[in-house]
């Protein structure tokens, strides 16, 4: 196993250590820092890294709901895994992320093994250029998780004008920063990497985090690998802004236009 | 209380009786029957009724999840619930529906005390006729839920005609069937009232089921009482269907155009 400092951050941040039957500790560092605890999508993958690394896990993931409860500190956390239920074509998880004695995350996942059936790709990726003809955000350095993106926004960059935009979506080309090849675990970090759609919309920065997060995959390993350290191409946009909550869609594409996951969230935030 | 035969079939339906602190016995009637086992959308609701009838609940609901880990028995069930976590602004709640040794169903939900913020709307209603210039649909007599419901169609109807349709959107007035007072039970299953939308792409029957539901409600108590009984404009459509699996996105408005709840659905599908 390599060393610590050999590994991208990305697999640092989800690394884990099995401790019981169904139980792991791990520690969220610093690499992928929020506001307040660690990046959204980084507890997501953390989570599903547990999983997938389980070796009673079958198939490939298809959905994953993670339930923001509270705050994750800067120490270690333990994850509990339930295996639900194993089908033929499919498997349920739950997972509870805590600290001490307070639940910070709960978790549920289906895994399936995919068979080849008719298919059809109805919705249809956002025009775009391509991704080398459009230049990097330059990043701020805090919060710390945004430095390990490389984003290249199309439309709907948070400009912090205090002028309202038209409207809260955003359109870009996302990678992990350093490159690293996509994977499930990756893919499910990704469908948190928007910022929340009530500082677009309105160009100013408040308080808000999301709640609950829900993300399907459509890709399956072929996807993956073929899409490798690309860029993908995500949008996301609020649909109602109302008493303190609001909703995110986004979508996650391929560089070939295969789309990859879709995603929802439910965000608290404060005027 | 009233009579079994006095209530209103939906409220019949989701009725439970605790057995403990956390605890609910329940048995959805036949009047809710699916293909295999209940409809899931009363599945929803029944479980966010142990919630909210919960004398811990706090707030309103604004987000649930369903993951469909088995078929649900004509027979009684148990559902445990779990409070996870009370916030100053939301709660946090699981919920696991059990049939002797076996899970089939697990849930979780966010309930929140909303307070009133800066406010917008940014999706928009699709344009409909009034729903008392829409036919109501002759629904089939089996499965039984659906003639729970007054279905009105203004496209994406199933027509089964084996000629594949352009593609898989739905846009009709739906309504409980008779009329009953929207609540957010009700709400929730209206969420889950959409076919497969395989069925609508290739007009054609097969075996689908849903293994996963997310939805946001964007309605409070004044959103729920201003729509009353009248029909909800509800639109759904798939997004990708592949190896198995396809996505299912859909949203429900009131005949003002408020936009009351948004709801995702990941899908198992054969040929």
Chains 1, 2 share one sequence.
Not at 15 to 23: G, I, Q
Not at 89 to 94: C, I, L
Not at 161 to 169: C, M, R, T, W, Y
Not at 200 to 206: M, N
Request: hydrophobic share 40%; net charge neutral; with cysteine.
């Amino acid at each position: 196993m390599p060393d610590n400092n050999q590994l991208h951050p990305f697999d640092q941040a989800v690394k884990l250590a099995a401790v019981a039957p169904y139980a792991y500790q791990g520690h969220i560092p610093q690499t992928y820092a929020n506001m307040v605890g660690p990046f959204g999508g980084i507890i997501v993958a953390v989570i599903l890294n547990g999983i997938l690394s389980h070796k009673e896990c079958q198939g490939v993931p298809i959905s994953v709901t993670v339930n923001f409860a509270g705050p994750i500190a800067d120490a270690p956390f333990a994850l509990a895994l339930g295996l639900i239920r194993t089908n033929r074509s499919n498997q349920h998880w739950t997972a509870e992320l805590t600290q001490g004695s307070e639940v910070a995350t709960t978790a549920s996942a289906v895994l399936a093994n995919r068979q080849e059936t008719w298919m059809m790709s109805e919705a249809r990726a956002p025009s775009a250029p391509k991704p080398e003809d459009v230049a990097s955000w330059p990043a701020p350095s805090e919060p710390k998780w945004i430095q390990r993106y490389d984003f290249k926004f199309i439309r709907g960059k948070a400009t912090l004008s205090g002028q309202p935009a038209k409207d809260s979506e955003s359109l870009l080309w996302v990678r992990d920063e350093p490159e690293r090849p996509l994977d499930f675990l990756s893919l499910a970090a990704l469908s948190d990497v928007f910022f929340p759609r009530v500082f677009i919309r309105r160009q100013k920065l408040g308080v808000a985090g999301t709640v609950s997060l829900t993300t399907y995959f459509h890709a399956d390993d072929s996807s993956l690998k073929r899409q490798a350290t690309r860029p993908v191409l995500a949008a996301a946009r609020g649909q109602r802004f109302y008493s303190g909550y609001f909703d995110q869609v986004a979508e996650l594409w391929s560089d070939e236009g295969e789309l990859l996951a879709s995603s929802i969230q439910m965000v608290y935030f404060k005027d």
